[in-house]
């Protein structure tokens, strides 16, 4: 990744609004904002931030997991086999 192409200064963003949108819809790149010589804000197409959010939940969940694992808050596959099995026959009215 070029930081040349993707850091721009917040007054290319003012002056280029729509050609920055299209870019980043188009081809999936982020475009970091700078303010003061700071980076401020990034700048993403709507796809690629959907599939962001996609990749932070299931690394949430991944996390979710391993904290189980490591307190010890696990249950054995036959007993969740077990546990699902009762309650789908219960939801059929086979209880």
Known sequence: MDLREVVKPITYLKNNAAEVVREAAESGRLLVVTQNGEAKA??????????????????????????????????????????????????????
Request: proline residues 0%; without cysteine.
């Open 42 to 95: 990034v700048v993403m197409g709507v796809a690629q931030y959907d599939e962001w959010k996609r990749t932070l939940a299931l690394l949430k969940i991944l996390a979710q997991g391993e904290a189980d694992v490591t307190a010890n808050r696990i249950v054995d596959q036959a007993e969740v086999f077990r546990r699902a099995g009762t309650a789908i026959r219960r939801a059929s009215g086979d209880a």
